[in-house]
């Protein structure tokens, strides 16, 4: 018998508590203020200032969700340029 888990087996990574699940397309306020390490009144502001900023930021119905690619994409920009 092995104590080896399966993911050790197949040759893949155990997943750390900061992987998101693969289905997980986009964040409501909370969970991006969270996955960001910020507070939910940044992640507010942000939303509100998105037309000068480009933060990613799509309504359903009446309520924000953030796309996990577009936010990833988006931080990487904003260390570029050397944005605060």
């Not at 992987?19 to 009144?41: E, F, N, T, W, Y």
């Not at 119905?61 to 796309?67: L, M």
Request: charged share 25%.
């Amino acid at each position: 018998m092995t104590d080896r888990t399966p993911r050790e087996l197949q040759g893949l990574p155990e997943p750390s508590s900061c992987d998101l699940h693969p289905l997980v397309l986009a964040l409501d306020r909370q969970a991006c203020a969270k996955s960001m390490g910020v507070g939910i009144r940044l992640v507010d502001s942000l939303i509100a200032g998105r037309q000068a900023n480009g933060f990613p930021v799509v309504y359903i119905n009446t309520k924000p969700v953030v796309p996990v690619d577009s936010l990833r994409r988006w931080l990487a920009e904003q260390t570029k340029g050397g944005n605060r």
